[in-house]
């Protein structure tokens, strides 16, 4: 590993780092590539056996435990906030076929010897606190339209959110919360994470330069997001099994976005 990564022995600055202007064309070629990418390394039983039963048995342990249950959209929607860090395996794997590289499962997880580590581990905490503020909020949100009793039964719950003006008011404001939430975690991870496996950087630079990579592309990127969205919930639809497919898939397809976007 340690050859594999003289290449990137010395720290690079945000403004050594060129940003490409991208099109929309390169969304949907980044997702052909990552969909190439998750054929050669399939890549849906480690989120199949691991992710989804550890999430699943904390949802339930969360929300049944707590009569917290109208936490569940926030608690899962926000997971998605965590989606660039639970990908790093999954950028390493596509980084490796790129040069060659044995595809096995252990070696994408090799970066944790490299220097890269330690900026990798402090983006992923800022995006846990992220995660947490948004739970909080979203609690707040309801204490403020609800108030502080939480509703007797999920059916009382969903006929006062769809027939009551408070109801509206707090899909209202958690879709707009939400939106700054995820704007905020695309803008400060999508580049970021690729870049500390590309190059040796400092948290700030790879947070400056994904900063740069979407602003520099804000309607492409807000497409993106779209895509992104509209496909995990086509996933989350199939009561989560389908996003062992689509979280690979859109994992991969961020690696080649970056590709295309950071020089």
């Known amino acids: 590993m340690a050859q594999e990564l003289s290449f ?12 490409r202007k991208i099109g929309v064309t390169d969304l949907w070629q980044a997702l052909k590539e990552g969909y190439d990418d998750f054929n050669a390394t399939p890549s849906y039983v480690p989120f199949l056996i691991v992710i989804y039963p550890t999430f699943a048995v904390l949802l339930s342990l969360f929300l049944v435990g707590g009569d917290l249950f109208y936490l569940a959209f926030p608690l899962v929607a926000g997971f998605t906030l965590l989606g660039p860090a639970i990908s790093i395996g999954l950028f390493e794997l596509s980084r490796r076929r790129e040069e060659g590289l ?3 499962w252990r070696s994408a997880f090799e970066f944790i010897h490299s220097p890269t580590f330690a900026p990798i581990a402090a983006l992923s905490l800022l995006m846990m606190i992220l995660y947490v503020a948004w739970l909080y909020l979203a609690q707040m949100l309801y204490i403020g339209t609800f108030g502080m009793e939480p509703p007797a039964s999920l059916a009382t719950f969903w006929n006062e959110l769809t027939t009551t003006r408070h109801g509206a008011a707090l899909i209202m404001y958690g879709v707009g919360v939400g939106f700054l939430f995820a704007f ?9 994470f690729p870049l500390l496996l590309d190059k040796t950087a400092s948290t700030i630079t790879a947070i400056s330069v994904s900063l740069r990579g979407v602003t520099g592309n804000i309607w492409v990127m807000a ?5 992104v969205t ?13 996003l062992a497919a689509v979280l690979p898939i859109l994992g991969h397809a961020t690696w080649r976005l970056y590709r295309k976007v950071v020089g």
């Open 8 to 19: 990137r022995d010395v720290q690079v600055a945000s403004s050594e780092i060129e940003i």
């Open 102 to 104: 044995d595809l096995k």
């Open 184 to 192: 905020a975690s695309l803008a400060l991870s999508v580049f970021a």
């Open 223 to 227: 497409i993106w997001g779209l895509v």
């Open 230 to 242: 509209v496909l995990l919930t086509a996933g989350a639809f199939f009561f989560l099994i389908g």
